[in-house]
């Protein structure tokens, strides 16, 4: 009896549990004038259950054709969250441009702490609710970004260009981490003046972009299990985690500039100029976390930005060779044998289009950023509830036929030619990629698009000018590699999953070029940075390497230039090197000229020979160790100082406060060989050189003839006729011509190593 009961009951509620989804369902699909189309909705779920987490834009679109042809838009729910879906341009101008007092606020995202702010976390300004925070952030970051852009970036955007490019040549098969290394060091630059932060910084940046994004964490999408307790809440654990790593580094970078500012060594950033307001109470902003945090963010943004469609460039040119090939030639045309600058932006039309065509071709944000209804509102006749989320669907927009024909193939030839829609003049202005509808709409706009234009200009121009852009050939198969153009992550800024491809120098002469213009840029990058703190510490009174000076505690280096003493020393080289060339070619051959052979000629022809030949030898020996032999051995110690001060200068904890690394710490390597082959010269000479010179001097004579007495020799005296002979002058003066190679070689070499460390400039 029991179990029917139980039986029933169960029956019971699963029969009223059935009838209340059936009428949910009805309601929610028996759509009112008022209510905008959309998808059939199931109660609860809406339609999350056939909406794909990867590429979710491609659903939102197949969507938007069924249901949003006539209206541009159309409606849906994701666990009781109602969105409305824009496809049409016209619409999300409507809302999102023209109703922006009401519709610029911005949704929750369940998997970070307070995204919008509203408890006072000021840490996610792109994600803030419309509030005060999201603001006076705003105008911060304004100001900011609009001082980089008029100053050109402080020129931060070509040193890293000419670094990008010498990194393709040296390992072109890293390409995709050059190339976010790229755009983060151009942010941590203008951000805190320290490029050795990019790596930490890229990481940091997509670690809070996959935490956004609904292809992240699972609680982005089924929302409850945010609310589970932490100690089975795996997610909220590791959001503990990262947050609370990326605000301490934020702050980490803060403190460090304030520090670098006490002692006067920082130089200009977003940072500095912060602390700069703050400390003269000129900031709305409310403290050091907050200021952390809005201009924290600033950096990460800019790599998203530009990563994206850097790395879609790629995969673009090497798909259309064509077009390749006219942006090389415009850029020829333009530059010549530089890479092209903002100045020239004007005059690169074609560069420009196939920059916005690859971003209408492959946008980097294909769902849009939601924005969420501040009121109740109607449009065209179509209730939109409080709360709704607003998406733009950048996918829809940038694909719709009637603005542009053709949508799915690259056509850059849209923005350049008036037969085409898309077509504006002057092209001295146009195309732009300024007000694209990837940026954003309304008050929600992206503040850094003229950043982003510019960086991709850059190095987009870059690139076309040094490399051809290829295909891999597999080594195996002979065969071409593929770039997939539909490989991508499912974030909210999207990028081509990793790929292969060949980075050609487009010549031998070009290679060159970017190997040198990058090591003229890191040298003169450095200099700038040391003799920036040189500064610092002289005017606080301190020593180059941070000790006090006193009496008892001079420092060389800092009274005698480097550079100096090399060149004098290189001179001294070459001085030595042009003694011996003359001895060898030219001095002693011409003694030797018509020297008699001792058994073709009489003994007395020969004696007498060979006792002109030894008074005549004084003049090399004597001059040699008179001048010579102490130009060498000043040599060995001046190379030496240069040598030590040098590696002195490379370890110095002045760089190592910026981070970093500098030519200096090989140019030292280069005095000291140059020192080890001036002591080879002299210990050579002393050795070898210095017994046959007695033995040809004692050629001579006395007075009357005898034998003179030489050290070193075995029997204590050698007799003139005697050595004649047996023939042993012409033997003696041809050995010493063979041995005084090394007089030659040794010099050359030290001359030219020194003249390559001072070509460097690294003995600065």
Request: proline share 6%; aromatic share 10%.
């Amino acid at each position: 009896m029991q179990l029917i009961t139980i039986g029933l009951l169960a029956f019971a509620v699963f029969l009223l549990a059935t009838i209340h989804f059936l009428k949910l369902f009805r309601e929610m699909n028996c759509r009112s004038p008022s209510t905008p189309p959309g998808p059939t909705q199931i109660p609860y779920l809406g339609r999350i259950h056939d909406l794909p987490i990867q590429h979710m834009w491609l659903k939102f679109k197949e969507w938007a054709d069924i249901h949003a042809t006539k209206t541009g838009f159309y409606q849906t729910e994701m666990l009781g969250a109602k969105f409305i879906i824009i496809s049409d341009e016209k619409v999300a101008e409507d809302l999102l441009v023209k109703r922006a007092k009401f519709n610029s606020d911005r949704p929750m995202i369940r998997s970070l702490f307070d995204s919008k702010s509203e408890f006072g976390s000021m840490e996610y300004l792109p994600l803030m609710g419309r509030n005060q925070y999201w603001a006076r952030q705003r105008k911060l970051s304004h100001a900011y970004l609009t001082e980089a852009t008029n100053a050109q970036y402080h020129g931060i955007m070509y040193h890293e260009a000419k670094r990008f490019m010498a990194r393709l040549v040296h390992d072109p098969a890293n390409f995709q981490f050059w190339l976010e290394d790229m755009a983060s060091k151009v942010m941590c630059s203008l951000t805190w003046d320290d490029t050795s932060l990019s790596e930490y910084c890229t990481t940091s940046a997509w670690g809070l972009l996959t935490q956004m994004s609904p292809a992240g964490p699972l609680t982005n999408v089924l929302t409850p299990l945010w609310h589970l307790p932490l100690f089975m809440n795996p997610w909220k654990r590791a959001e503990h985690k990262r947050h609370d790593e990326q605000q301490a580094w934020w702050m980490e970078r803060l403190v460090t500039v304030r520090e670098k500012m006490s002692r006067n060594e920082m130089r200009p950033c977003w940072t500095k100029q912060f602390l700069e307001k703050q400390s003269g109470m000129k900031t709305s902003i409310s403290g050091d976390h907050e200021a952390s945090s809005v201009i924290g963010m600033l950096a990460l943004v800019g790599i998203f930005t530009v990563a994206g469609p850097l790395s879609y460039w790629l995969v673009t040119m090497v798909h259309h060779p064509e077009w390749q090939a006219a942006v090389q030639r415009e850029i020829d045309e333009v530059c010549g044998d530089r890479p092209p600058t903002l100045d020239d932006t004007p005059r690169l039309p074609i560069l420009r289009a196939c920059i916005k065509e690859t971003m209408r071709w492959k946008p980097n944000v294909p769902t849009g950023v939601a924005h969420e209804t501040e009121r109740d509102d109607v449009y065209n006749g179509f209730f939109i509830e409080k709360g709704t989320r607003i998406l733009p669907l950048d996918w829809a927009f940038l694909r719709n036929p009637a603005k542009y024909p053709d949508p799915l193939t690259f056509r850059p030839e849209r923005w350049l030619e008036p037969s085409w829609p898309t077509y504006q003049a002057p092209l001295t202005q146009y195309p732009t990629i300024k007000g694209m509808s990837s940026f954003g709409w309304g008050h929600r706009q992206c503040l850094g698009m003229q950043l982003t234009q510019d960086e991709l200009i850059v190095a987009c121009g870059s690139l076309a000018w040094a490399f051809t852009l290829k295909h891999k050939i597999d080594p195996l198969t002979g065969r071409q590699k593929p770039v997939p153009l539909d490989k991508s992550n499912s974030l909210l800024i999207v990028k081509p999953d990793p790929f292969e491809m060949d980075f050609e120098p487009r010549s031998r002469e070009r290679r060159e070029q970017v190997l040198k213009q990058w090591e003229r840029a890191e040298q003169k990058d450095v200099k700038q940075r040391v003799d920036f703190l040189r500064a610092a510490k002289t005017a606080r009174g301190e020593m180059l390497d941070g000790s006090e000076p006193t009496k008892q505690q001079p420092i060389m280096s800092n009274y005698i230039n480097t550079n100096a003493v090399v060149g004098v020393t290189a001179a001294c080289s070459f001085i030595l090197l042009g003694n011996a060339i003359t001895q060898s070619f030219m001095g002693v051959p011409a003694l030797l000229v018509d020297f008699p052979r001792p058994l073709a000629g009489s003994k007395e022809e020969y004696t007498a020979a060979s006792k002109k030949l030894g008074k005549q030898w004084p003049v090399f020996w004597q001059m040699g160790n008179v001048f010579f032999r102490p130009m060498s051995t000043l040599g060995i110690f001046t190379y030496s100082y240069a040598a030590i001060a040098t590696l002195r200068a490379a370890s110095s904890p002045l760089l190592s406060d910026f981070g970093v690394s500098t030519p200096q710490s090989t140019t030292w390597k280069l005095y000291a060989i140059s020192a080890a082959c001036h002591l080879i010269t002299v210990v050579h000479s002393a050795i070898n050189m210095q017994p046959i010179n007695a033995r040809i001097d004692a050629l001579r004579g006395d007075d009357q003839g005898n034998g003179r007495s030489v050290e070193g020799v075995s029997n204590g005296k050698i007799q003139v006729g005697e050595s004649a002979h047996e023939g042993l002058a012409e033997f003696w003066a041809r050995k010493w011509i063979r041995l005084n190679s090394v007089r030659i070689v040794m010099p050359a070499i030290a001359g030219s190593m020194a003249m390559w460390g001072l070509v460097r400039g690294a003995s600065k």
